[in-house]
């Protein structure tokens, strides 16, 4: 039987050994190999300032892992009793790390597990109660403002607050080296973020400017396990031939593997 190709994991560097060690469980052998840095901000008065009055919202939303992680790192005497929204497992789990579970808060999260974004939070929510109340958005510096002009379009006052900054890694000498030696190869490359993928083209860019295009076909060859249709999309868009659905969260990306071995 040939050996099974590496399994690339992409994710921040905090954020991906317990994928990697889960991976490793199931017999593959994972590589880590970060598309994205995830910065404090530069100030964080506005962060602070929101968190230190929650009890004047209805619903405090958390739009990913890294703004959970960075709101108790702000405020780690966080409350019992509040109203949060998550959009995925990766967050429901992060709350659970600071000790906010579903037996001392509410926590409402997508029904849908296949598919976990803004607009299945959204049909989680009950909207007409949410209506000329204050609702605290925890998010990067930039994203997607479809949670928030919904909410705002039920009546409801939102407040959106950064937590934390998106960057292209360093774009190293050792870095370099590495991902050529992937590319080289053919490798699962699990991928849980649209803006990680941008990334990486703009890496194997730069590996390109006197090869003509060698590493950009390289890249497209790769497989890509994709945890979100948007992701998915993405990868079609820059090229991909071999772009394989998930489930969201680690056990569907685990599902996904497996189903490929």
Do not use: C
Not at 124 to 134: C, E, V
Not at 232 to 258: H, K, M, P
């Amino acid at each position: 039987m040939p050996d099974l190709p590496s399994v690339v994991v992409t994710r921040p560097a905090a954020q991906a050994d317990a994928l990697a060690q889960r991976i490793a469980a199931i017999g593959r052998t994972p590589v880590l190999f970060p598309l994205l840095d995830i910065l404090p901000l530069p100030d964080t008065v506005p962060l602070r300032a929101a968190l230190a009055e929650l009890d004047r919202y209805a619903l405090i939303a958390f739009v990913s892992p890294n703004a959970i992680d960075a709101a108790f790192a702000a405020r780690p005497d966080w409350p019992h009793g509040l109203q949060l929204a998550v959009v995925g497992d990766g967050s429901r789990a992060a709350l659970e790390r600071h000790g906010i579970t579903p037996g001392n808060s509410t926590i409402f999260i997508p029904h849908d597990r296949e598919r976990t974004d803004s607009q299945t939070l959204l049909e989680a929510l009950d909207l007409p109660a949410l209506h000329g109340k204050d609702i605290l958005i925890v998010r990067g510096e930039a994203g997607r403002e479809l949670l928030g002009d919904a909410l705002r379009a039920a009546g409801a006052h939102v407040t959106l607050v950064a937590a934390y900054r998106r960057a292209m890694p360093a774009f190293t000498e050792q870095r370099r080296r590495e991902l050529k030696r992937l590319l080289d190869g053919q490798n699962d490359w699990i991928v849980t973020s649209s803006e990680a993928l941008r990334f990486l083209a703009q890496m194997v860019a730069q590996l390109d400017e006197k090869n003509k295009g060698e590493a950009v076909a390289k890249m497209q060859q790769q497989r890509i396990i994709a945890s979100h249709v948007r992701i998915a999309e993405t990868a079609q868009s820059l090229g991909f031939r071999n772009v394989v659905r998930s489930a969201s969260g680690d056990d569907g990306l685990l599902a996904a593997l497996q189903s490929l071995s």
